[in-house]
């Protein structure tokens, strides 16, 4: 916690986007760093946030979209919502020249073949998607990625910097992939858990992205990092006990083996969030190796703390989201997969 | 302190219902460095009647979460101690002064009346005779912290209140503090308040109790050592059973059974449902920045390396052989009766805050736990052997 702490000197920072999940984290960082933040968006989504704050109105899918942004100059940028790459290749032309470091917001699903595990920087990434033509629009997300990462290092060289966050969780998540386990811990009783205790865990408080990668511009870190966490390798136990310690009631984990998962067609990830397991298709997901953005500075808050930030923002939430989740199992597959597990033979347990 | 208690303190294998040691007994905010949630457990919102609560001891480590949680729902509280630990505590709550190992140490007991009456620190049956002679039918319910060592068979997992317990000591025979007529004595003082009080008595058996405040390092020892990081020795397997009670949760039960007239025995640990030790360990971990990780060496191992269980590995007993159900005691009652639990998230990080308000040179030198040095041994050997 005490890593890089000191104040730097304020830096004039544009932020592409900062009005999603994870912008208005970054800015209210920035801010209270001391920096001065520029934003650029559509004005569209929650246009009321920050009223202190620049704002340059462009619309990114349109050819001259950019061009508010041309002349202007930055110490840092941050790219936030970017997956198509012909964004990069208009905003790269506009800044270029005029600003010292692109950090770009790219994703672990950048590697090529998720089912190895312990992916670090040097891992194979996927074979980058067309900036156009009649294959762009189509292509997976992974590829588009990668294209982006390769066209801001192509432009900004040894200003560029690439974050391969894995799984950001925290308060404003609407995928809910986090969500689940502490709202499905709060409510209490006999709780599915999946394969075993050291099954890989990982992922990241938005909070500890957003101002790590404030830091990096203070410090005008460049490179490609994993960012994920938590700082030790983790197990799904570690996790879903950690969550447990935050609520006082009746809560009891079953853990059911993976093959028996597999069988009954509830997937790593999707139906059972943050979990996978050695040979899984999503477990580059949750080994990601850190000790480079560890190097650089990224630092965790305790787990509990997420969760109760998760869960105060999830309370606020209008009824009807918080009846229904995006990520985890209903109440009733749930049970029904319970029922289905006691009644096993003892052998198969 | 006597160096008899603190030879006790140290070497005991026993639980203590009673400990009221000296020293300060911060009742520390939860939430006052990472910030975990605040869920505090249904405690009854209405405001009860006023009582005339008398608190024998009452400013060792249970008793002033007991004085804070009364005197705030309302009730009149008179401590009866020596004035000699935390003398300065609750200054404006009534202090009745008598050594309870003097002859006539409860006379000023001779006058007043009230309507309940906790005895917290006493493993000397006499001392529960004479308090029973001096208060003299003034009092309306009697609630004796006792502990269960009270039973002689720990083989069994979910005993309850009902299991059979040790020979009790003779009350006419001197008082023998050692640790081995612990249970005993508390049996002994168990049938003694009984004798003297008839059917209002009520008798609480706690196991493990802990928080800031607890000086036996007992439960200290986690939250400290996965704080430090690094490899932390881990007992036995992750699904062994554990129990213990926040003092805060005990403390305030025991005030509400006192507005209830709850009466009867009740074993008193947690948390609510079976915990292990992996949900123990994890999830204080979870309050923490550490890089902990744990390296969980089976108990086997542990015995041949002569760590012991519990003193060195708290809150661990082997869930096997005598010590089966030590860890797995059954307080179904307590529940029904009112019992809470905090979430483990607030006792982890208050306990941790605590402990680092104490001097350095209590910091250094706990009373349980595993030595770093020797942890260090045993790791090695381990990795070193399933290598």
Redesign the interface.
Known sequence: ?TLDMRRSAPKTILVLGGTGYIGPHLVEHALARGHTVTLFNRGQTKPGLFPGVEKLIGDRNTPSGHNVLTGRTWDVVYDLPTTNPQWIVNATAALRGNVAQYVYVSSTAAYKDFTRSFPDETHPTQDPAPISGPDAAGAAYGPKKVRCEQLVQAAFGAGATVVRPGLIVGPGDLTDRFTYWPVRIERGGEILAPGT?DDPAQWIDVRDLMEWMVRLGESGTGGVFNAVGP???CGI??LL????????????FTWVPQPFLTAQKVRSWGDMPVWSYTGASTVAFCTSVIEKALAAGL???????T??DA?TWYHARPAEEQAKLRAGMSAERERELLALWHAQPREGR | MSLDRRHFLKTSAVLGGALGVGGLPAIANAFTTAGVRVSRPETGAAQPTPLRILILGGTGFIGPNQVQYALDRGHQVTLFNRGQTNASLFPSVPRLIGDRNDPAGHDVLKRGAWDVVIDNPTTNPQWVRDAGRALGGRVGQYIFVSTISVYRDNSKPNMDESGPLHAPTDIDAPFDRNAQFYGPNKVRSEQEAKAQFGDNVTIVRPGLIVGPGDLSDRFSYWPVRIDRGGDVLAPGTPNDPVQYVDAHDLSEWMVRVAENRTFGTFNATGPKTPTNIAELLYGIKAVTTSDARFTWVPADFLAAQQVRSWSEMPVWMPPTGRTAGFMAVNCARAIAAGLTFRPLADTALSTLDWYKTRPAAEQEKARAGLAPDKEKTVLAAWHARSR
């Open positions: 916690m205790l700082r030790t390798v136990g570690e006990y950690g969550i447990k310690a935050c609520f006082a009631n009746d809560a009891q630092t965790f808050r305790p787990l509990a703390t969760v109760r869960m």
